[in-house]
């Protein structure tokens, strides 16, 4: 199935982010935005919500700090108990450098495992680009055709009279 | 929109635009290598064949190929891992610390820094894994039940401690490197011509889009590892001080070694930044993205950092004296005036006395004079881990085990080859990455380059002039 998009190109991050604003408040819906870096403040223009991830990585923490304290205690305590240096079997001092370790190596990589799998990333060698130049110094605003449903002209002109340098269709084989 | 300072200096010279910094970056990946690099890795590669021939050797007579004796059991090997571990804290430290103190300076520079920090944790981890003397039994290390049944590993000992923290930090710090290359290798994917390359970077790219959402998880991902790795880099070198500070060797037993040697080796990681910096900018004509400025701002933290290590060699001595304990009193006697005296004062000279010529405006802003210090401070900080582990050990509690070390050719092999190590994977990653972060730059370029904006109106129709970024 293809579906048809036209892209507005911008090279200015202030303007884009106007035309955002405007192109929203015309009442069209913008599929996605495309941008060589981060803009800042475009994610309330675009009214996307902030991420969770930061969530995710305090279980994955809490479930790293978790594992290494039942893993040592369990180990060192009840599996084979042995006195090391005259010191308790659960000597638990000596267990937080490896605790702290375990928690930011199961935060950090539950994290970004879980940003690789909700952003759709990974190794392949078919990439689907909008617009090439949006990698390097152009941003770009894809808007959704739905046939019969969207006034071209009037989506160019909207394009155009926000600052788009440029206006294209593009299909994609979805 | 963000606000800065008139009197700040721009961090982005010679009025670039977003295509001139992509343009400026790719230049080396995309050109055919030149025979300056080709030269330097072909001197690299020699550093590494030394390194397998060494290697090879002590694999196959065991560790007696080394000078070590009785006495002196840990010399050059953890000498070198911990010199290897320290220049391996800079980069992690400056994509982490830096960002989350939003220092701007970091962004052409944190990139390399990380791929140094990388490459120098490959080469420390080499010297304790050959120093087992069979590194094929190396996973006893993890807490795995081993073949004579459910005995575990030692979680009191400080060196397990260091697998953990080693492994995590190096880990760590290569997915936070590779979340940082990914939109880089896509910018170089899309303007790939050849066959291979296209592939190789839309396979590294991971299918990075750069759409609005992608960026915003993106900058989310790389605050929260940025809060992880500023106290992971800290415990590091903590980590590393313990295996010397939990034991009861004079000159070891102390408490001040966890801050002396994360100050220490930020102090020679910066260094080595500096060192490496100054080669790839000149070469690959980086100097409108690492400026002065970033150069001066690497001096400051390393005359910072610099002179909290004088405070600490300072401090060891007088609380050696005033401890009242003999061993204590002779061990730090012994360092500055015993038969090692030449490293104890080439360590002062190097790292106390050398960075606070950086005191001078001038000096720091001297590419010269800041190489040549930060060769010196490289030197001094290899001292220092000499210094304190074989000095401390040679003079045992009996005079009849007194014995002083001397490396062998293997020794030194190893040493020089890690160098040829490190230098092979960075000229490689010089050559094949992107060694300035694309986007980071273009993400400052507005608010920090030279180039004077005037504050954009709504409606700029489609005159191109008005809202580039290149016309004053």
């Known amino acids: ?174 | 929109m963000q606000h800065v300072s008139p009197i700040r200096e721009p961090l982005v010279t010679g009025g670039k635009t977003y295509h001139d910094i992509t343009e400026d970056v790719c230049r080396q990946v995309e050109a055919k290598p030149n025979i300056r690099w080709a030269a330097a890795l072909a001197v690299a590669l020699v550093g590494l064949a030394i390194f397998i021939y060494s290697t090879y050797r002590t694999l196959w007579y065991g560790i007696g190929e080394w000078g070590l004796n009785k006495t002196v059991g840990w010399a050059w090997d953890i000498t070198n891992f911990v010199w290897w571990v320290g220049i391996g804290h800079a980069g992690t430290l400056i994509s982490a610390i830096l960002l989350l103190f939003r220092q701007k300076w970091r962004t052409s520079i944190n990139r390399a820094a990380e791929a140094m920090t990388i490459f120098a944790v490959i080469c420390a981890a080499m010297f304790p894994v050959l120093h087992m003397g069979r590194p094929w039994l190396a996973y006893w290390v993890l807490p795995l039940p081993n073949t004579f049944g459910s005995l575990w590993v030692n979680f009191n000992s400080p060196l397990l401690w260091d697998v953990f923290a080693i492994s995590t930090y190096f880990s760590v710090s290569l997915v936070f490197w590779y979340i940082g290359l990914i939109p880089d290798f896509a910018t170089i994917r899309d303007r790939a011509t050849g066959p291979i390359a296209r592939r190789a970077y839309s396979f590294l790219s991971f299918g990075w889009t750069g759409s609005a959402k992608a960026w915003s998880r993106y900058e989310t991902v790389s605050l929260i590892l940025a809060g992880l790795a500023t106290p992971l880099v800290l415990s590091v070198h903590t980590i590393v001080s313990m295996d010397f500070a939990t034991s009861v060797i004079p000159g070891w037993h102390t408490t001040i070694f966890p801050p002396y040697f994360v100050a220490g080796a930020i102090f020679s990681g910066f260094a080595m930044v500096l060192t490496l910096m100054i080669i790839t900018r000149k070469v690959f004509k980086l100097e409108d993205y690492i400026t002065l400025e970033h150069v001066e701002s690497m001096n400051k933290v390393i005359i910072l950092t610099g002179s909290i290590v004088g405070v600490a060699y300072i401090t060891e001595f007088f609380i050696a004296w005033y401890s009242g304990v003999e061993y204590e009193q002779y061990a730090f006697i012994n360092r500055a005036t015993g038969p090692y005296w030449w490293a104890y004062w080439a360590m002062m000279t190097c790292n106390v006395i050398t960075p606070q010529l950086f005191w001078f405006r001038s000096i720091r802003r001297s590419l010269t004079a800041t190489f040549i210090i930060t060769i010196f401070v490289n030197i001094g900080m290899w001292f220092e881990r000499f210094v304190i582990i074989v000095t401390s050990l040679h003079r045992d509690f009996l005079p009849s085990s007194w014995a002083m070390f001397s490396p062998t050719i293997i020794d030194i092999g190893i040493y020089v080859g890690t160098i040829g190590l490190f230098f092979t994977l960075f000229l490689l990653f010089a050559k094949f990455f992107p060694v300035i972060n694309m986007a980071e730059v273009k993400a400052i370029l507005k608010s920090s380059s030279e180039v004077k904006h005037h504050p954009h109106g709504t409606m700029h129709g489609t005159d191109k002039d008005s809202h580039t970024n290149t016309h004053p």
């Open chain 1, 1 to 174: 199935m293809t579906k048809k998009f036209v892209l507005g190109i911008y090279d200015d991050e202030d303007v884009l982010l106007q035309a955002i604003e405007n192109v929203r408040a015309a009442g069209t819906n913008i599929y996605e935005v495309f941008s060589p870096y981060p803009i800042h403040g475009i994610d309330d223009v675009l009214g996307i919500k902030r991420s969770r991830l930061p969530i995710v990585a305090f279980f994955c923490g809490l479930f790293g700090t978790s594992f290494a304290l039942w893993m040592q205690i369990w180990m060192l305590g009840f599996d084979w108990p042995m006195i090391i240096g005259g010191k308790p079997h659960i000597a638990l001092p000596a267990f937080i450098p490896v605790t702290f370790e375990l928690t930011v190596l199961c935060a950090a990589f539950g994290m970004v495992i879980t940003f690789f799998i909700v952003t759709k990333l990974k190794p392949s060698f078919k990439v689907n680009v909008f617009d090439k130049r949006s990698t390097d110094d152009k941003f770009v605003m894809a808007i959704e055709v739905k046939e019969g449903v969207t006034d071209m002209p009037a989506l160019n002109d909207l394009l155009r009279s926000n600052g788009a340098i440029e206006v294209n269709e593009k299909e994609v084989i979805k």
